[in-house]
Protein backbone atom coordinates (compact mmCIF):
# COMPACT_ATOMS: atom_id res chain seq x y z
CA UNK A 1 0.00 0.00 0.00
CA UNK A 2 1.54 3.35 -1.15
CA UNK A 3 1.21 6.22 2.09
CA UNK A 4 -0.86 8.94 0.76
CA UNK A 5 0.08 12.30 0.87
CA UNK A 6 0.34 14.08 4.06
CA UNK A 7 -1.25 17.42 4.97
CA UNK A 8 0.13 19.46 8.12
CA UNK A 9 -1.97 21.26 10.53
CA UNK A 10 -0.03 23.40 13.16
CA UNK A 11 -1.13 23.83 16.76
CA UNK A 12 -1.57 27.94 17.02
CA UNK A 13 1.46 28.90 19.44
CA UNK A 14 -1.87 29.82 22.23
CA UNK A 15 -2.88 26.07 22.06
CA UNK A 16 -2.71 23.93 25.21
CA UNK A 17 -5.01 20.96 24.32
CA UNK A 18 -6.79 19.77 21.60
CA UNK A 19 -9.82 17.30 21.93
CA UNK A 20 -9.82 14.26 18.94
CA UNK A 21 -13.28 12.72 18.53
CA UNK A 22 -15.07 10.26 16.12
CA UNK A 23 -17.82 7.54 15.33
CA UNK A 24 -20.55 10.27 16.72
CA UNK A 25 -23.22 8.71 14.41
CA UNK A 26 -25.21 11.52 14.93
CA UNK A 27 -29.38 10.53 13.84
CA UNK A 28 -32.63 11.99 15.07
CA UNK A 29 -33.21 8.27 16.78
CA UNK A 30 -30.59 8.76 18.94
CA UNK A 31 -31.21 12.25 20.52
CA UNK A 32 -29.11 11.25 23.97
CA UNK A 33 -25.98 11.34 21.99
CA UNK A 34 -26.57 14.40 19.95
CA UNK A 35 -27.39 16.40 23.59
CA UNK A 36 -24.29 14.60 25.00
CA UNK A 37 -22.45 15.46 21.75
CA UNK A 38 -24.06 19.55 21.84
CA UNK A 39 -23.53 19.54 25.59
CA UNK A 40 -19.84 18.73 24.98
CA UNK A 41 -18.90 21.54 22.27
CA UNK A 42 -20.52 23.98 24.26
CA UNK A 43 -18.26 23.23 27.37
CA UNK A 44 -14.82 21.39 26.55
CA UNK A 45 -11.97 23.49 27.49
CA UNK A 46 -10.10 22.50 24.53
CA UNK A 47 -8.01 25.05 22.50
CA UNK A 48 -9.36 23.24 19.45
CA UNK A 49 -11.48 20.02 18.63
CA UNK A 50 -10.63 17.85 15.83
CA UNK A 51 -13.61 15.52 14.81
CA UNK A 52 -12.23 12.24 13.43
CA UNK A 53 -14.91 11.13 10.51
CA UNK A 54 -18.74 9.66 10.76
CA UNK A 55 -19.76 12.37 12.98
CA UNK A 56 -23.23 11.90 11.11
CA UNK A 57 -24.83 8.73 10.56
CA UNK A 58 -25.27 9.86 7.00
CA UNK A 59 -24.44 12.60 4.67
CA UNK A 60 -26.63 12.77 1.51
CA UNK A 61 -24.98 16.31 0.45
CA UNK A 62 -24.98 19.77 1.53
CA UNK A 63 -28.06 20.48 0.35
CA UNK A 64 -29.93 18.50 3.42
CA UNK A 65 -28.68 21.25 5.49
CA UNK A 66 -31.69 23.53 4.41
CA UNK A 67 -34.53 20.50 4.03
CA UNK A 68 -33.83 18.58 7.32
CA UNK A 69 -34.90 20.01 10.74
CA UNK A 70 -31.86 17.42 12.37
CA UNK A 71 -29.34 18.45 9.96
CA UNK A 72 -30.09 21.87 10.57
CA UNK A 73 -30.04 21.41 14.35
CA UNK A 74 -26.46 20.08 13.95
CA UNK A 75 -25.20 22.75 12.27
CA UNK A 76 -26.34 25.15 14.75
CA UNK A 77 -24.49 23.46 16.82
CA UNK A 78 -21.10 23.65 15.07
CA UNK A 79 -21.91 27.36 14.45
CA UNK A 80 -22.14 28.35 18.27
CA UNK A 81 -19.29 26.13 19.01
CA UNK A 82 -16.88 27.54 16.50
CA UNK A 83 -17.42 31.33 17.66
CA UNK A 84 -15.42 29.60 20.61
CA UNK A 85 -12.76 27.56 19.45
CA UNK A 86 -11.29 26.41 15.71
CA UNK A 87 -13.40 23.17 14.90
CA UNK A 88 -12.25 20.53 12.41
CA UNK A 89 -14.02 17.97 10.41
CA UNK A 90 -12.27 14.60 8.48
CA UNK A 91 -14.28 12.23 6.35
CA UNK A 92 -15.38 9.22 7.37
CA UNK A 93 -16.82 6.28 5.64
CA UNK A 94 -20.77 7.55 6.29
CA UNK A 95 -20.28 11.62 6.12
CA UNK A 96 -17.52 11.54 2.84
CA UNK A 97 -19.70 13.71 1.14
CA UNK A 98 -19.63 16.69 3.48
CA UNK A 99 -17.96 19.51 1.50
CA UNK A 100 -17.81 22.97 1.02
CA UNK A 101 -21.26 23.77 1.53
CA UNK A 102 -20.89 22.55 4.74
CA UNK A 103 -18.05 24.11 5.24
CA UNK A 104 -19.69 27.46 4.81
CA UNK A 105 -22.36 27.07 6.76
CA UNK A 106 -20.87 26.19 9.72
CA UNK A 107 -17.38 27.71 10.17
CA UNK A 108 -16.00 24.27 10.54
CA UNK A 109 -12.75 23.54 8.38
CA UNK A 110 -11.71 20.45 6.19
CA UNK A 111 -9.20 18.42 6.79
CA UNK A 112 -7.47 15.75 4.55
CA UNK A 113 -7.17 12.34 5.05
CA UNK A 114 -4.66 11.97 6.80
CA UNK A 115 -3.18 14.87 8.27
CA UNK A 116 -0.48 15.39 10.90
CA UNK A 117 -1.03 17.93 13.73
CA UNK A 118 1.83 19.14 15.23
CA UNK A 119 1.74 20.15 18.64
CA UNK A 120 4.58 21.05 21.37
CA UNK A 121 7.23 19.52 19.09
CA UNK A 122 5.53 16.18 18.56
CA UNK A 123 3.57 15.07 15.04
CA UNK A 124 0.31 13.31 15.41
CA UNK A 125 -0.86 11.35 12.95
CA UNK A 126 -5.01 11.76 12.02
CA UNK A 127 -7.10 9.55 9.66
CA UNK A 128 -10.60 8.06 10.49
CA UNK A 129 -8.72 4.77 9.47
CA UNK A 130 -10.89 3.18 7.20
CA UNK A 131 -8.63 3.55 4.15
CA UNK A 132 -6.00 0.99 6.88
CA UNK A 133 -8.64 -1.90 7.01
CA UNK A 134 -7.16 -4.08 4.65
CA UNK A 135 -8.33 -6.89 5.16
CA UNK A 136 -11.97 -5.49 4.35
CA UNK A 137 -11.98 -6.07 0.73
CA UNK A 138 -15.42 -5.28 0.22
CA UNK A 139 -15.48 -1.88 2.04
CA UNK A 140 -12.14 -0.61 -0.02
CA UNK A 141 -13.78 -1.02 -3.17
CA UNK A 142 -16.90 0.41 -2.21
CA UNK A 143 -14.72 2.83 -0.94
CA UNK A 144 -13.09 4.01 -4.13
CA UNK A 145 -15.85 3.58 -5.91
CA UNK A 146 -17.94 6.62 -3.72
CA UNK A 147 -15.15 8.50 -3.32
CA UNK A 148 -14.30 9.31 -7.35
CA UNK A 149 -14.96 12.52 -8.40
CA UNK A 150 -17.43 11.42 -11.11
CA UNK A 151 -19.47 9.43 -8.98
CA UNK A 152 -19.63 11.96 -6.44
CA UNK A 153 -21.08 14.40 -9.06
CA UNK A 154 -23.59 12.15 -10.55
CA UNK A 155 -25.33 11.45 -7.18
CA UNK A 156 -25.47 14.85 -5.92
CA UNK A 157 -26.85 15.71 -8.89
CA UNK A 158 -29.89 13.21 -8.13
CA UNK A 159 -32.68 14.40 -6.13
CA UNK A 160 -32.16 14.62 -2.54
CA UNK A 161 -35.20 12.44 -1.57
CA UNK A 162 -33.85 9.78 -3.77
CA UNK A 163 -29.94 10.14 -1.79
CA UNK A 164 -31.72 10.10 1.00
CA UNK A 165 -33.40 7.08 0.31
CA UNK A 166 -30.03 5.61 -0.52
CA UNK A 167 -28.27 6.95 2.63
CA UNK A 168 -31.37 4.79 4.80
CA UNK A 169 -30.57 1.38 2.94
CA UNK A 170 -26.77 1.82 3.70
CA UNK A 171 -27.79 2.26 7.43
CA UNK A 172 -30.04 -0.55 7.39
CA UNK A 173 -27.64 -2.73 5.53
CA UNK A 174 -24.75 -1.91 8.75
CA UNK A 175 -27.44 -2.34 10.98
CA UNK A 176 -28.17 -5.69 9.94
CA UNK A 177 -24.47 -6.40 9.49
CA UNK A 178 -24.44 -5.93 13.17
CA UNK A 179 -26.79 -7.88 14.30
CA UNK A 180 -25.62 -10.94 12.44
CA UNK A 181 -22.31 -10.39 14.52
CA UNK A 182 -20.18 -10.25 11.66
CA UNK A 183 -16.37 -9.17 12.41
CA UNK A 184 -14.80 -6.46 10.56
CA UNK A 185 -10.79 -6.05 9.68
CA UNK A 186 -9.37 -3.84 11.98
CA UNK A 187 -6.52 -1.32 10.91
CA UNK A 188 -3.32 -2.93 9.47
CA UNK A 189 -0.50 -2.60 11.76
CA UNK A 190 1.96 -2.67 8.50
CA UNK A 191 0.12 0.00 6.88
CA UNK A 192 0.05 2.11 9.70
CA UNK A 193 3.44 2.02 10.32
CA UNK A 194 3.72 2.71 6.54
CA UNK A 195 1.86 5.96 7.02
CA UNK A 196 3.56 7.01 10.19
CA UNK A 197 7.01 6.83 8.73
CA UNK A 198 5.81 8.92 5.34
CA UNK A 199 4.51 11.59 7.97
CA UNK A 200 7.24 11.18 10.15
CA UNK A 201 5.00 11.25 13.20
CA UNK A 202 5.21 8.63 16.50
CA UNK A 203 1.97 8.37 17.18
CA UNK A 204 -1.43 7.27 15.11
CA UNK A 205 -4.68 8.40 16.31
CA UNK A 206 -7.53 7.42 14.59
CA UNK A 207 -11.73 6.16 15.16
CA UNK A 208 -13.45 4.03 12.17
CA UNK A 209 -13.08 0.42 14.19
CA UNK A 210 -15.25 1.33 17.01
CA UNK A 211 -12.81 -0.78 18.97
CA UNK A 212 -10.86 1.68 21.73
CA UNK A 213 -7.17 0.78 22.82
CA UNK A 214 -3.81 1.32 23.05
CA UNK A 215 -1.71 -0.50 20.11
CA UNK A 216 2.17 -0.63 20.16
CA UNK A 217 4.12 -0.72 16.75
CA UNK A 218 7.64 -1.18 16.02
CA UNK A 219 9.94 1.25 16.39
CA UNK A 220 8.46 3.20 19.36
CA UNK A 221 5.15 4.15 17.31
CA UNK A 222 1.89 3.09 18.26
CA UNK A 223 -2.05 3.79 17.36
CA UNK A 224 -4.50 4.97 19.32
CA UNK A 225 -8.47 4.08 18.64
CA UNK A 226 -11.16 6.38 19.54
CA UNK A 227 -14.15 5.08 21.14
CA UNK A 228 -17.65 5.47 19.09
CA UNK A 229 -20.45 7.84 20.55
CA UNK A 230 -23.54 5.58 21.97
CA UNK A 231 -25.20 7.50 25.24
CA UNK A 232 -28.17 4.83 24.71
CA UNK A 233 -25.78 1.48 25.46
CA UNK A 234 -25.23 0.07 28.44
CA UNK A 235 -22.49 1.28 29.61
CA UNK A 236 -23.23 4.41 27.53
CA UNK A 237 -20.22 5.37 25.39
CA UNK A 238 -18.53 8.93 24.66
CA UNK A 239 -15.33 10.45 25.28
CA UNK A 240 -12.59 12.53 23.29
CA UNK A 241 -8.38 12.34 23.51
CA UNK A 242 -7.00 15.30 24.64
CA UNK A 243 -3.68 15.82 23.18
CA UNK A 244 -0.91 18.02 25.04
CA UNK A 245 2.39 18.56 25.08
CA UNK A 246 2.60 15.71 27.99
CA UNK A 247 1.40 12.93 25.54
CA UNK A 248 -2.74 11.78 24.96
CA UNK A 249 -5.28 11.58 27.64
CA UNK A 250 -8.93 9.55 27.41
CA UNK A 251 -11.50 12.20 28.58
CA UNK A 252 -14.76 10.07 29.73
CA UNK A 253 -17.93 12.11 28.90
CA UNK A 254 -20.62 9.55 29.23
Same mark, same amino acid.
Given at each position: ?????? #?????? @?? +????????????? *???? $??????? &??? &??? *????????????? &? +? @????????????? !??? #???????????????????????????????????????????????? +??? !???????????????????????? +???????? @?? &?????? $??????? !????????????????? #????????????????????????????????????????????? *???????????????????
Amino acid at each position: MTAPQV #AELPAA @PS +WRAVDCISDLHLH *PAEP $ATFDAWR &AYM &AAT *PADAVVILGDLFE &A +W @PGDDVLGADAFAA !SCA #AVLREAVLQRPVYFLHGNRDFLVGDGFARATGVRLLADPTVFALAGRR +WLL !SHGDELCLGDTEYLAFRAQVRAPA +WQAAFLAR @PL &AERQAY $AQSLRAE !SEQRKRSGRTYADVDPG #AALAWLHAARADTLVHGHTHRPGDHALDGGHQRITLTDWDLAARP *PRAEALRLSASGARRVALA
